[in-house]
């Protein structure tokens, strides 16, 4: 596969960035840019025959990727080879969305379209949360991020964020939400949702609060706008009535999720 080199350099931020690495990142940047590259031409190759991969085609890929796509963002990717800033001895909700969080623009986003359309607090929180536990992990990330805030957040807003996993692969137009079109190219065009969703789906479809997750899905942002200035400011007070900061600081309460919060702290820990 041929490589412009001068375009490579560039999208490293230039020879003085390249010249600041060391071997061992250069080689994983160079490895990055070539899967990079293989995908695009994947994608390439497929345009020509159906608008959207297959779930077949998909998991082809996987031996072609340096990573799993189910890794968290500290994990796999860029992220992982720049050194990350220290925490605070107790760190706070804000302090995970400052240093281990960024960029969150995505919920950011979303809670504020939901600010704006007039959710309630509960959905707000749900909204601002909900996927930022991707910095871990990315598979079954609803789970994940309720029983990461579950100690600290209200009982609404946590099954908001459990279940939202599972009602985004089903359409609800009476609540203005449609399938987005941005998961036949994550998923496939075929794709159908494992057995365990299907179930999960058919009961908080009939559960009375039911409205909640679905409201996250509703101001969940599949095309992000790029131009929108957001920020942490209008959720400052919502998070001091809705989130039960611990005195010790997130990851050190002693609470059953303490070394989840650990984990996104100190991703670089070896064991």
């Known amino acids: 596969m041929d490589i412009d080199r001068r375009s490579f350099i560039a999208s490293l931020g230039g020879t003085a960035a390249v010249a600041a690495m060391s071997h061992e990142a250069r080689a994983d940047a160079l490895e990055d840019h070539l899967v990079e590259r293989l995908d695009q ?12 991969p297959t779930v077949a085609e998909l998991e082809a890929q996987i031996e072609t990727r340096t990573y799993r796509r189910g890794a968290g963002n500290l994990f796999a990717g860029a992220a992982n080879r720049t050194k990350l800033a220290p925490m605070p001895a107790r760190p706070t909700l804000l302090d995970y969305f400052n240093l281990r969080f960024q960029p969150a623009t995505h919920v950011l986003q979303s809670a504020t379209r939901a600010l ?3 959710m309630s607090e509960d959905v707000i929180v749900a909204c601002l949360l909900h996927d930022v536990v991707q910095a871990l992990i990315k598979t079954d990330h609803g789970w994940w991020g309720a029983q990461l805030f579950e100690p600290y957040i209200p009982a609404k807003s946590t099954f908001a964020i459990r279940y939202h996993q599972a009602l985004r692969f089903y359409p ?8 987005p079109e941005l998961y036949f190219r994550v998923f496939g065009q075929d ?10 789906y058919k009961m908080v479809r009939n559960h009375r609060w039911y409205m909640e997750p679905r409201l996250v899905t509703v101001n969940d942002l599949y095309s992000f706008d790029p131009k929108a200035v957001v920020t942490m400011d209008p959720f400052v007070d919502i998070i001091g009535r809705h989130f039960k900061q611990p005195k010790e600081g997130l990851g050190f309460d002693n609470s059953p999720v303490a070394h989840i919060w650990r984990t996104i702290a100190i991703p670089d820990t070896p064991l």
Do not use: C, M, N
């Open 172 to 179: 609800d137009s009476a609540a203005g939400y449609e399938y």
């Open 116 to 118: 704006k359309t007039g």
């Open 191 to 200: 794709y159908v949702p494992p057995a365990y969703i299907q179930e999960t």
């Open 41 to 52: 031409e994947v994608a390439g190759s497929l345009a020509g025959r159906t608008q959207f």
